[in-house]
């Protein structure tokens, strides 16, 4: 082979390895280029970044430039201002960690929440005492930096900004801002719970029965004690964060509604009724007996309850708060209702009957005097003090009046004229009733209290002697209106059975009471010597008449004189007729008000007339039956004669039973109508 040719393929060879190589080194170079073409690009935000802080980086090396000395002091002043902060955010933290027991229901634990809420109280005045400390060093070591250029100007001013809001909150004592709301919501929830306590523990109480007497009339209290201890307990944080108040009403609000529901199960609708809404007070005496008693009940089982309860649970307060809440228990729960009521009775119309009704009052008011001065006698229950003095004042008042006028009022009855039936007027049979209950040993001893305190409102003296021969007046008046009315008659027949009627009935109403023990052994003997005058007196000018129309004169048969003796008979018994025809008419609407008056009357009258009737009608009575008018003469059998004379003197109700005897309602009088009987005293 030519070397020529052999030296240029050694030459093209190198040349290609040259190219090759310079291939994969510009590759290389290029490669190369973009990575750092990359790792610029990204270098760049980064560079940017250092260009940005490098200010910062600049003010924050600037204090090295400080004052040496300043440098050096710098460090003490930091610590002793950050400490107190840090002391602060501690419990802060601590404060934080106490909202988990805080927010759950404290009857799970009540002792444990309320010792955190008592850890969280302490927290809250810690940071209440040592904020505005902190604050104050915080401020100090700013100026200090300030004063002395040790720190960014920027930086300080942040700080500045932060710390004056600080300050504000901190003067404006904004607690919420402190515990994020805690607080409140805690004590909310003890106030829920010491609500439910009450309720839950609250039941109407049922009024005891009569049988139960004295025995029961303290009632115990109607909490437990360990609901009581609960209850005190929760008032203790409650009230040292001042929250006393609305305790207060949580506790009158349940307490007043349980004695209400109490009340409401006796019905006493009654003590709404206005004096517009009924005409005297006997349309509502039955409401009074029961007003006495409700009342009774309410004072020393309800009011004395919540009074007892009231100062268990309030009694570490202090009088003043315990009283004032037991004082809003009673208004709330109706006792001024009573008091009204009461009211509302002095104010209707006067009459003998509203006396009764006012000594009532007065003796149940009298009853619970002691309880009342020690429930309500306290500052705080004034109202009801003046109500129920006003009440006490008006009772008397009125009583006072009514029975002084007594006397005056069945003076002028003696006007009037008597019953057309010669009964007894309803004007005797009620005062005689009225006056022995005035001296019974019930109301004796009620009026004579209450007419000694009205004499002594005059300053004047009282004997009992007064109330007795006031007593006694007013008999002898009704006795003087007897004598009156008997003279009023003009069918003295009728005066006759009137008089003796009225004498027996002083008689035997009087007899074995009070009254006729005053009155004397020899009045009543007269009034009873005097009805049976006046009986003997009646029958013989009224029914004695009649056996003498039934003479036997001249029927003495004999042979030739049976027509004559048959005329005569029949004449003598059309006499007898038309006089027991026009007596018995006459008699029929006549009354004898006492069963045993009247059923002795009859008899008296039966034994006067029926011997002579049955004995003339035996002996001559064939003379006229046979006859074909006999029916004329002999009109009446011997048995319907006996029947139609037992028949008499009844009172219009037994005589025609048009209604059935009533329950006693117990009131005086037998019903009578106070209006005519005692000129509805005014």
């Known amino acids: 082979m030519d070397p020529s040719a052999i030296g240029n393929d050694c030459k093209n060879n190198n040349f290609i390895d040259n190219l090759i190589a310079a291939k994969k080194s510009l590759k290389f170079s290029l490669e190369k280029s973009k990575t750092l073409g990359l790792a610029l690009e990204k270098a760049g935000p980064r560079l940017e970044e250092i ?9 924050a090396v600037r204090p090295i430039r400080a004052d040496k000395e300043a440098l050096a002091a710098v460090g003490g002043h930091i610590n002793r201002a950050v400490g107190p902060a840090a002391a602060v955010l501690k419990v802060f933290d601590a404060v934080h960690g106490l909202e988990k027991s805080l927010l759950s229901d404290p009857r799970n634990d009540l002792p444990g929440y309320l010792s955190v809420l008592k850890r969280l109280e302490e927290a809250l005045r810690f940071l209440a005492d040592n904020c505005g400390l902190a604050i104050q ?398 009986s003997t007196v009646f029958l013989r000018e009224s029914w004695g008449k009649l056996p003498g129309h039934l003479s036997r004169e001249g029927l003495i048969l004999f042979s030739g004189g049976r027509a004559t003796a048959r005329d005569l008979v029949k004449k003598r018994l059309k006499t007898f007729n038309e006089a027991f025809d026009e007596m018995y008419k006459k008699q029929s609407g006549w009354v004898i008000s006492e069963r045993d008056l009247r059923e002795k009357t009859c008899q008296l009258i039966v034994q006067t007339v029926l011997p002579v009737y049955r004995s003339y009608m035996q002996n001559y009575g064939p003379l006229v039956e046979q006859d074909a008018s006999s029916s004329k003469y002999a009109k009446y059998t011997v048995q319907g004669l006996e029947q139609m004379l037992l028949s008499l003197f009844l009172p219009r109700r037994e005589r025609y039973g048009s209604f059935k005897d009533r329950p006693n309602s117990g009131k005086l009088g037998n019903g009578v109508d106070l209006h005519r009987t005692a000129s509805a005293v005014v």
């Not at 260009?51 to 003010?59: D, I, M, T, V």
């Not at 709404?272 to 005496?285: H, K, T, W, Y």
């Not at 004395?304 to 649970?313: I, P, R």
């Open 51 to 59: 260009n940005q802080r490098l200010p910062s980086l600049e003010a």
């Open 137 to 534: 060093w915080l401020e100090d070591i700013i100026e200090y930096l300030e004063d002395n250029r040790v720190a960014d100007s920027r930086y300080l001013s942040n700080l500045k900004k932060s710390l004056k809001g600080l300050r504000e909150l901190q003067n404006g004592g904004e607690r919420i801002h402190l515990d994020g709301g805690l607080l409140d919501a805690a004590l909310d929830k003890l106030e829920n719970e010491f609500r439910q306590l009450l309720m839950e523990h609250s039941v109407p109480l049922p009024m005891p029965s009569p049988s139960l007497g004295e025995q029961a009339c303290i009632a115990p209290s109607p909490l437990p004690v360990t609901v009581i201890q609960k209850l005190q307990a929760i008032l203790g944080r409650l009230i040292a964060n001042n929250r006393l108040e609305k305790c207060i009403t949580i506790y009158v609000e349940v307490r007043s509604s349980n004695v209400r529901a109490s009340l409401q199960a006796l019905d006493l609708d009654y003590l709404e009724i206005s004096v517009s809404e009924f005409n005297d007070v006997q349309s509502i005496e039955g409401y009074i007996g029961q007003w006495g008693k409700h009342l009774e009940f309410a004072v020393k089982h309800l009011f004395e309850a919540e009074f007892k309860l009231c100062n268990d649970v309030f009694q570490r307060i202090g009088l003043d708060v315990w009283m004032g809440c037991f004082a809003k228990i009673a208004a709330q729960a109706g006792i001024l209702a009573f008091i009204q009521f009461g009211k509302t009775v002095t104010e209707s119309k006067k009459d003998p009957i509203k006396l009764l009704k006012l000594l009532d009052i007065f003796a149940s008011l009298n009853k619970l005097r002691l309880d009342f001065n020690r429930l309500f006698g306290g500052a705080a229950c004034i109202e009801i003090q003046n109500l129920t003095r006003d009440l006490i004042r008006r009772v008397i008042d009125g009583a006072a009046e009514i029975f002084w006028e007594l006397f005056l009022q069945v003076e002028l009855q003696r006007q009037s004229p008597p019953p057309q039936d010669g009964s007894v007027p309803k004007l005797v049979s009620f005062i005689i009733d009225y006056c022995n209950k005035l001296l019974g040993d019930y109301y004796k001893p009620i009026l004579t209290q209450v007419l000694v305190i009205h004499r002594s409102w005059k300053r004047e003296k009282f004997q009992e002697r007064i109330l007795v021969n006031e007593v006694l007046k007013i008999v002898k008046a009704v006795d003087l209106n007897l004598e009156t009315w008997v003279k009023a008659y003009d069918d003295v027949t009728l005066s006759y059975l009137f008089a003796m009627n009225n004498h027996w009935h002083l008689y035997k109403h009087l007899k074995g009471t009070r009254l006729g023990e005053l009155m004397g052994d020899s009045w009543l003997r007269e009034h009873e010597q005097c009805k049976e005058y006046y």
